[in-house]
T-cell receptor, first 116, second 111 residues
Framework: GAGVSQSPRYKVAKRGQDVALRCDPI?????LFWYQQALGQGPEFLTY????????KSGLPSDRFFAERPEGSVSTLKIQRTQQEDSAVYLC??????????????FGPGTRLTVT | AQSVTQLGSHVSVSEGALVLLRCNYS??????LFWYVQYPNQGLQLLLK??????LVKGINGFEAEFKKSETSFHLTKPSAHMSDAAEYFC?????????FGAGTRLTVKP
């Protein structure tokens, strides 16, 4: 596809349920990022992959959050035993190294997670 | 650690008026700076980026931003606001890895 896609776009989970959020990056993009955006806030970094390697997971808020990218393309963000404070929009971005020697991140539409 | 601060969570202008959205950065190394726009229920769209090639950066939709090292600022401007500019705007700083965003400024354009 032309851009980053995410599914589902909306997810309602009962507290305690596990959820899995999917991200399809732009084809050929090596780097993939996950962000959490709470209502009225800017996106907060969660984790970052280069190919299949998870290079930085310092932003994951707890050990209930887990991300993987086993084949270096599609990525899944999993949240176990969801809590109400997990309610947010989860954004995925992929990036390429541009001709002016910078990284430019392209964002998907996000998955809005509501935990009831 | 790199960070950005956006001054003003809400900005309201009249259609045709100047738009000025403020962003200050903190970085120990020359930063890469970005402005993104977010429309309701959509992802972030890149407006423009600073990469040290030029201090005045022109972006899409008539927006531009000027990097001022002495003021550690990267304010976003547009000479004449249009109704379609109403959205949330985010300033961000990045290196090779993660991107750090400001809290955002909601721009309202009055007819």
């Amino acid at each position: 596809g032309a851009g980053v896609s995410q599914s589902p776009r909306y997810k309602v989970a009962k507290r305690g349920q596990d959820v899995a959020l999917r991200c399809d990056p732009i084809s050929g993009h090596v780097s993939l990022f996950w962000y959490q955006q709470a209502l009225g806030q800017g996106p907060e970094f969660l984790t970052y992959f280069q190919n299949e390697a998870q290079l930085d997971k310092s932003g994951l808020p707890s050990d209930r959050f887990f991300a993987e990218r086993p084949e270096g393309s599609v990525s899944t963000l999993k949240i176990q035993r969801t809590q109400q404070e997990d309610s947010a929009v989860y954004l995925c971005a992929s990036s390429s190294f541009t001709s002016d020697s910078t990284y430019e991140q392209y964002f998907g539409p996000g998955t809005r997670l509501t935990v009831t | 650690a790199q960070s950005v601060t956006q001054l003003g969570s809400h900005v309201s202008v009249s259609e045709g008026a100047l738009v000025l959205l403020r962003c200050n950065y903190s970085s120990s190394v020359p930063p890469y700076l970005f402005w993104y726009v977010q429309y309701p229920n959509q992802g972030l769209q890149l407006l423009l980026k600073y990469t040290s090639a030029a201090t005045l950066v022109k972006g899409i939709n008539g927006f531009e931003a000027e990097f001022k090292k002495s003021e550690t600022s990267f304010h976003l401007t547009k000479p004449s606001a249009h109704m379609s500019d109403a959205a949330e705007y985010f300033c961000a700083v990045s290196d090779v890895g993660d991107m750090r965003f400001g809290a955002g400024t909601r721009l309202t354009v009055k007819p």
